[in-house]
């Protein structure tokens, strides 16, 4: 199974999932949407990973990239 994970901060990582997804053979890709990096295509994994963070889902205007995530989670 492949694994997309989105992290949204540097100290908000997959930990223990990362393991358990790579104990069972599973692929994990990890796109850092606050560095700027773009999801991949839906197409290309069968789970999404959403991480969390000390950001609220309506602080647009700190974290700009909240929007188009919300619209890719859709």
Known sequence: MKV????????ETPAY???????????????HI???DVPVDPSEFEMLLLMGGPMSVHHHALYPW???EKKYIQ
């Open 4 to 11: 997309h994970c989105i992290q949204h901060v540097s100290f």
């Open 17 to 31: 999932l990362e393991e358990i997804i790579k104990k069972h053979d599973h692929t994990l890709m990890t796109t």
């Open 34 to 36: 606050y560095k700027g």
């Open 66 to 68: 909240l929007k188009d």
